[in-house]
């Protein structure tokens, strides 16, 4: 079935610094998510993002957080500067319609904030 | 790898009526969570279980490790209730997160 590609699996960074999340989303999905899950606790949705967009973000979506894809590439997550608290496994989610479609998920990146 | 089997993928319902959907795995799971996709395509949790039953209004699920399932039942259905459904659940040895498919729940008058 449709894959959603998420580069790299596992990624290590000291506080403080830059990271940048990729999302490689199914070829002709239109809508994208990101969501948060720190260890032993449930998943956490972040934001939506939809023709260039965000349409939705929650509380834990902070000002350190952007998203974009552009030009139709990678569909990312930045954080700049990480925190401590930052360190989770980021899904990436996407679907071809905002409504009942169904989301196919990415296998995560898990972020290591030291 | 693990693997997570959601039933059914599309269900209808009447208003005031119920069911249950039913998530399989074919390893042991350390916990499952259940959500439902809203208007704007967010994951909504329901519900994030590590072991036994939780109950929130008409929603109801149920996760037993041992014989690896979930379920969430659907009491008294109302029109609101309708969207998508996805279960999701942890692996044991790796925490990988693993989803369901989804179940499109339609609720008519």
């Known amino acids: 079935g449709p894959k959603v590609l998420q580069i790299p699996s596992h990624q290590i960074i000291d506080m403080g610094q830059m990271v940048t999340l990729n999302c490689d989303p199914v070829?002709?999905?239109?809508?994208f998510y990101w969501y948060k899950q720190i260890l032993g606790q449930q998943m956490e949705f972040l934001v939506n993002?939809?023709?260039?967009?965000?349409?939705?973000k929650s509380k834990l979506f902070k000002d350190q957080f952007s998203v974009e894809r552009p030009d139709g590439s990678y569909f990312t997550l930045k954080i700049q500067p990480t925190a401590l608290e930052d360190s989770a496994v980021y899904f990436c989610?996407?679907?071809?319609?905002?409504?009942?479609?169904?989301?196919?998920f990415g296998s995560g990146t898990r972020l290591t904030v030291l | 790898g693990d693997q997570v089997e959601q039933s059914p993928s599309a269900l209808s319902l009447h208003e005031g009526t119920g069911s249950a959907l039913r998530c399989n795995f074919t390893?042991?799971?350390?916990?499952v969570q259940w959500f439902r996709k809203n208007s704007r395509g967010s994951l909504i949790n329901l519900f994030y279980?590590?072991?036994g039953t939780k109950e929130n209004g008409r929603l109801k699920s149920a996760f037993d490790s041992k014989e690896r399932y979930s379920t969430l039942h659907i009491r008294d259905a109302q029109l609101e209730d309708s969207g998508t459904y996805f279960c999701?659940?942890?692996?044991?040895?790796?925490?990988?997160?693993?989803f369901g498919d989804g179940t499109v729940l339609t609720v008519k008058p």
């Open positions: 993002f939809y023709n260039g967009k965000v349409m939705e």
């Open positions: 390893t042991t799971m350390r916990a």
């Open positions: 989610a996407s679907s071809s319609g905002g409504g009942a479609e169904t989301l196919y």
């Open positions: 070829s002709n999905h239109l809508y």
């Open positions: 999701a659940a942890e692996g044991t040895n790796t925490g990988k997160l693993t």
């Open positions: 279980l590590a072991s």
